[in-house]
């Protein structure tokens, strides 16, 4: 008798040169996606992030005005952590997000600025496999970014943006969803992954707020769980999944 064997996740393409990570909150690509980001960048791509808005509705204790640019400097320290210099924000207001034109319209500007071939996002369903209930800002930031990566190659949908010298940009070809209960794809995540746990260690005053756990040992536990969870359908290798959709 054989085992059942469990579907294996295809590794993502790497015939790509510019990516570009559009998500809600600081902390969304450090929770799963940075290991993947780490040896993205060691190879030679670059790798963009925008974040719709700084999270400054993230800490209970910490009023937005105050927590705001606290973030804002955690996060650009955890992009520097793996590669990433070039760290925007859309300033959406954290909690309240809303879907439609407005956030269409400034993800697809984020995509004329930087021309990326892949553009990475996460979660945008109403749960998480089913057994938790996903927040409001991640489900109107992810359909925003599928629905921008299209938006940014037609220059009638907003053409205020050719106005304002943002040339159209057709180049995007796949976008990859991390998070995603259905992943298709994966990203070996052992080369990056202690960067991946320093990254999210940047979040500190937030982790430090969540949970009464060491950080250290919370961000690691978390990541390595998460990464060898992935691993069973990508050879065993730690890893990170996404959910790719291509254009
Ligand atoms: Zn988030």
Redesign the pocket.
């Known amino acids: 008798m054989t085992e059942p064997t469990i579907p294996q996740l295809q590794p993502m393409p790497e015939d790509w040169q510019r990516a570009l990570a559009v998500v809600?909150?600081p902390?969304?690509l450090e929770y799963g996606c940075a290991a993947a980001i780490a040896a993205w960048t060691d190879a030679g791509r670059e790798v963009g992030y925008v974040l719709a808005t700084r999270g400054e509705a993230g800490i209970d204790t910490l009023a937005p005005a105050e927590c705001r640019p606290l973030r804002e400097r955690e996060q650009r320290a955890s992009a520097a952590v793996v590669g990433v210099s070039s760290v925007e924000f859309l300033d959406h207001r954290d909690g309240v997000v809303e879907y439609g034109l407005a956030l269409r319209r400034d993800i697809a500007a984020a995509v004329r600025r930087h021309r990326p071939e892949l553009v990475i996002t996460l979660n945008h369903r109403d749960t998480w496999g089913g057994v938790a209930w996903n927040?409001p800002?991640?489900v109107a930031v992810g359909r925003a970014v599928l629905d921008a990566a299209g938006d940014a190659g037609n220059r009638w949908i907003f053409p205020e943006l050719v106005e304002q010298g943002l040339q159209p940009w057709n180049g995007v070809r796949w976008v990859a969803v991390a998070g995603s209960a259905t992943p298709t794809h994966a990203v070996d995540a052992s080369p990056g992954l202690e960067r991946a746990v320093a990254s999210l260690l940047e979040h500190r005053a937030y982790i430090e707020a969540l949970t009464d756990e060491a950080p250290e040992a919370y961000a690691r536990k978390f990541l390595t769980g998460a990464a060898t969870s992935v691993g069973e359908r990508f050879g065993g290798r730690p890893a990170v999944a996404f959910e790719l959709f291509h254009r």
């Open positions: 809600a909150h902390d969304d927040t800002d991640h």
